[in-house]
């Protein structure tokens, strides 16, 4: 197959790169060469920034398959679409299970109600517009594609090997630290969450099938709990470890800001995101690798960084840094001994 990749140098886009090409198809990738631009020398680069003009960039040339990881306002979608004019197959569009409405009942499907904006034509990428956002993209796909030609992936917390936002990799590097863990909320409440491998794996199968539709993609397959995630981290990584439980009421009360201090907590009334069906994506052959196998590989990765990032990077090329997430660990201890003396 003929694969166009939209952004396949950072984290998702790497891998579906690197798979595509291991699997014997030709890859174009569009990217700004801002980031591992010597990445992937046996595929086609081509160069442009997402908020330009990308006529002159994707001018010529046919593919089977566009797979855009790097489209965040709809009008991304719409350039793609006119510079792709009569000369793609499928578009899928990577989406996220953030485009559900707020208030939205668990467990989350497909067909639930998505986020709206107040301001549809708004392009400020924050915690409020995202969710809405990707859905107006999502929308734009299915004007431009239509529902024969438009694949819509909407993924939950993607982690693993050459992950920017720190998220999971944080509780690796926790573990790896060792001694007492503060553990947040109650250990028997569902996490989810993908390898970006599995996902990236998933997607090309679908590529090669001509695989068309709306998915939610999450796991792991068969559920994993708050509990379950840090005791197989705390066995795989560091057996020394210990972990102490602190309940809902007290983080709250103690001013601890769910996902980004502790990430992948959520407060029950808040955690829906953690409760997504993906029966339809496991009907079409998801399937996601033991969590330990996640836990080891993204810890060897991490080996081989300098040092830890202080900020994840921009939401969107251009935009602000943002702060990584994350527990101060004189906040921990402090959390940790009030519980002790309580």
Same mark, same amino acid.
Request: charged fraction near 20%; include cysteine.
């Given at each position: 197959?003929?694969?166009?990749?939209?952004?396949?140098?950072?984290?998702?886009?790497?891998?579906? +790169? !690197?798979? %595509? =090409? #291991?699997?014997?198809?030709? /890859?174009?990738?569009?990217?700004?060469?801002? &980031?591992?631009?010597?990445?992937?020398?046996?595929?086609?680069?081509?160069?442009?920034?997402?908020?330009?003009?990308?006529?002159?960039?994707?001018?010529?040339?046919?593919?089977?398959?566009?797979?855009?990881?790097?489209?965040?306002?709809?009008?991304?979608?719409?350039? +793609? !679409?006119? %510079? =792709? #004019?009569?000369?793609?197959? /499928?578009?899928?569009?990577?989406?996220?299970? &953030?485009?559900?409405?707020?208030?939205?009942?668990?467990?989350?499907?497909?067909?639930?109600?998505?986020?709206?904006?107040?301001?549809?034509?708004?392009?400020?990428?924050?915690?409020?517009?995202?969710?809405?956002?990707?859905?107006?993209?999502?929308?734009?796909?299915?004007?431009?594609?239509?529902?024969?030609?438009?694949?819509? /992936?909407?993924?939950?917390?993607?982690?693993?090997?050459?992950?920017?936002?720190?998220?999971?990799?944080?509780?690796?590097?926790?573990?790896?630290?060792?001694?007492?863990?503060?553990?947040?909320?109650?250990?028997?409440?569902?996490?989810?969450?993908?390898?970006?491998?599995d996902l990236a794996a998933w997607m090309l199968r679908q590529a090669e099938a001509g695989g068309t539709g709306a998915f939610n993609l999450t796991g792991p397959v068969g559920g994993t709990t708050m509990g379950g995630l840090l005791e197989a981290a705390r066995a795989a990584l560091n057996p020394p470890a210990t972990l102490t439980w602190l309940d809902e009421a007290t983080l709250l009360a103690a001013g601890v800001a769910p996902w980004m201090e502790l990430p992948l907590w959520l407060p029950a009334a808040q955690a829906t995101l953690h409760r997504t069906d993906i029966a339809r994506a496991v009907a079409t052959g998801l399937a996601t690798r033991p969590l330990a196998?996640?836990?080891?590989?993204?810890?060897?990765?991490?080996?081989?960084?300098?040092?830890?990032?202080?900020?994840?990077?921009?939401?969107?090329?251009?935009?602000?840094?943002?702060?990584?997430?994350?527990?101060?660990?004189?906040?921990?201890?402090?959390?940790?001994?009030?519980?002790?003396?309580?």
């Amino acid at each position: 197959m003929k694969i166009l990749v939209l952004g396949g140098t950072r984290f998702l886009g790497r891998h579906l +790169v !690197a798979q %595509a =090409l #291991a699997r014997g198809h030709a /890859v174009t990738l569009l990217h700004r060469g801002a &980031s591992a631009r010597d990445l992937f020398p046996e595929a086609e680069h081509r160069l442009a920034d997402r908020n330009g003009d990308l006529a002159a960039a994707l001018a010529g040339g046919t593919w089977d398959v566009a797979i855009d990881t790097s489209a965040y306002v709809p009008r991304h979608v719409d350039s +793609v !679409a006119a %510079a =792709l #004019a009569g000369r793609v197959g /499928v578009y899928q569009f990577v989406s996220s299970i &953030s485009v559900y409405a707020e208030g939205a009942p668990a467990p989350l499907t497909e067909d639930s109600p998505r986020a709206q904006l107040a301001d549809p034509g708004t392009e400020a990428i924050t915690g409020e517009t995202y969710g809405g956002l990707k859905a107006l993209c999502e929308d734009a796909a299915g004007r431009h594609f239509g529902p024969g030609r438009s694949l819509v /992936v909407r993924p939950g917390l993607i982690v693993g090997p050459h992950d920017p936002t720190g998220r999971f990799s944080w509780w690796v590097r926790r573990l790896l630290r060792g001694g007492e863990v503060l553990a947040p909320g109650d250990p028997a409440a569902p996490v989810q969450f993908i390898d970006v491998r599995d996902l990236a794996a998933w997607m090309l199968r679908q590529a090669e099938a001509g695989g068309t539709g709306a998915f939610n993609l999450t796991g792991p397959v068969g559920g994993t709990t708050m509990g379950g995630l840090l005791e197989a981290a705390r066995a795989a990584l560091n057996p020394p470890a210990t972990l102490t439980w602190l309940d809902e009421a007290t983080l709250l009360a103690a001013g601890v800001a769910p996902w980004m201090e502790l990430p992948l907590w959520l407060p029950a009334a808040q955690a829906t995101l953690h409760r997504t069906d993906i029966a339809r994506a496991v009907a079409t052959g998801l399937a996601t690798r033991p969590l330990a196998e996640t836990l080891c590989d993204t810890a060897a990765w991490l080996d081989t960084l300098p040092g830890e990032d202080a900020v994840m990077p921009p939401a969107q090329p251009g935009g602000p840094p943002r702060p990584m997430p994350g527990l101060d660990p004189a906040r921990e201890a402090a959390l940790l001994a009030a519980w002790h003396a309580r």
